[in-house]
């Protein structure tokens, strides 16, 4: 019996055995098929495989998950989807499950590994409730596999997906990489054109990053506006409701994902050994930094990017995010707490009061300049200092506040450089240097019609 079992979820019908039953120690043992999970008691409905075919209540502990008979047949898929989930209040755990559902709906077949963590227990046990749910209804659901591995404490994105990557790595070595934020949500076919696309190309040893952009932007300002803090259900974005048309644009390409400042990791699909690479090579100070996604994104670029796009759906995901020039504003007028988003969430250090009194700039200011120049020097640093110079410039010549700014890039700089040893400076390097491309490859795609995806 596989390890990995132990972090799959059952799916209906699934095929289960019976053990750790205190209450009734005869059943330990017995087989069984999954028919429900029943939320309201966190219970699983199961029903014994004997001619009785009686049914009974059990506790998720006391479900073991046998085998796959088709077990070939999911490593045939090739995705695997990450979804780090860190359920930090009531409002994140609703857009989770308009996240979750937007999975259960998925036109094609893969894998979903999902890390949970809260610093409240409740929060996280009613996130795996979403997933336990979701994955055990009849008729949705069916086109996924889902595995959690959950955290007591909270844990940043990449180190989610460091502890997800055994299980994936375990099941199919070779598959492909997908991400998606717990916010966002995947539109229907998302998963179904990338297995066709991945159908005729997986097997370039020179192709090994993908780009699939074509996004549609949730305005979070405009949101909270026309619905408070009510979460938008992913059935009307399925639909495409008109109460979206005031609230939402499409960044479709490249192009205009990097002018409306809409470039996410999540945009990639990548080859597992590069993911498990990087997660080897980078220290774990930068692993848990809120912009180790752009170092990754970056990197990843550097080597390369086929652009997958559909043709004739502009979007392929739904992602909430708060327009750069609003994030400015609400640090100007000391107004950070308006957007409860993670985009926005700063804390204000010591250094940045000592600098707000030097200096007479607020210490939410400063706090948001410090933000700016990690997330610009974060992106190479350690990689390529000759681009990292050429960015430093860049940033540093579209700001009132250049002094201060340099200061800040300095200490930065330093601060991040002192994360890494000298093996894996070069590691870094090495891997930026492998293939180098200065522009995406894009290539106009088909949809290949194939029943098994």
């Known amino acids: 019996m596989k390890w990995s079992n132990q972090y799959r979820l059952p799916t209906v019908h699934a095929k289960i055995k019976l053990h750790g039953l205190a209450s009734a120690p005869e059943l330990n043992g017995e087989r069984a098929n999954v028919v429900r999970y029943e939320k309201d008691t966190r219970l ?103 595995y959690v591995k959950e955290s007591a404490t909270k844990m940043s994105q990449f180190r989610h997906f460091q502890a997800l990557m055994p299980i994936s790595l375990a099941l199919n070595p070779e598959a492909w990489i997908i991400f998606l934020d717990n916010d966002d949500m995947y539109q229907k076919y998302r998963v179904s054109f990338l297995h066709s696309f991945l159908s005729t190309r997986h097997h370039d040893p020179n192709k090994d990053v993908i780009c699939c952009p074509g996004k549609l932007l949730i305005d979070v300002k405009k949101s909270k506006v026309l619905f408070g803090d009510n979460v938008l259900a992913y059935q009307q974005f399925d639909t495409y409701d008109d ?54 994104h970056k990197i990843l670029g550097l080597r390369g990017c086929i652009v997958a796009r559909h043709p004739a759906q502009d979007w392929l995901l739904m992602h909430y995010r708060v327009r750069r020039q609003d994030i400015g504003e609400a640090f100007q007028n000391s107004n950070i707490d308006i957007y409860n988003n993670a985009l926005v969430s700063v ?56 002094d201060l700014k340099s200061k800040l890039w300095e200490s930065t700089c330093m601060e991040f450089s002192s994360c890494s040893s000298k093996d894996q400076e070069e590691l870094n390097r090495a891997f930026c240097r492998e293939k180098r491309a200065t522009t995406f490859v894009e290539v106009k795609s088909e949809i290949i019609r194939d029943n098994a995806f």
């Open 44 to 146: 699983y409905r199961v029903k014994l495989s004997g001619p009785a075919k009686t049914q009974l209540a059990v506790k998720p502990a006391n479900v073991l998950l046998l085998d796959d008979p088709r077990e070939q047949e999911w490593n045939d898929r090739l995705l695997h989807l990450f979804i780090p989930c860190h359920s930090g209040d009531a409002r994140r755990l609703d857009l989770f499950r308009e996240c979750a559902r937007s999975i259960v709906y998925q036109e094609g077949r893969c894998r979903v590994f999902v890390g949970v963590s809260s610093g409240n227990q409740e929060l996280k046990e009613q996130a795996i409730d979403i997933l336990r749910q979701l994955s055990s209804m009849e008729r949705i659901g069916a086109n996924q596999q889902w």
């Open 243 to 296: 109460a979206l048309r005031d609230l939402v644009s499409v960044a479709a390409t490249v192009k205009e994902n990097m002018e409306k400042h809409a470039t996410e990791y999540f945009d990639l699909c990548v080859r597992s050994n590069l993911l498990q690479r990087f997660l080897e090579f980078t220290p774990g100070e930068i692993l848990d930094h809120r912009y180790c996604d752009v170092c990754f």
């Open 347 to 402: 804390s204000i250090s010591k250094e940045d009061r000592r600098l707000s009194d030097e200096t007479g700039v607020s210490p939410e200011m400063i706090a948001y300049l410090r933000s700016d120049v990690e997330e610009a020097a974060i992106q190479l640093i350690e990689f390529d200092h000759a681009l990292l110079e050429k960015d430093r410039k860049e940033l540093l010549a579209l700001t009132s506040y250049y």
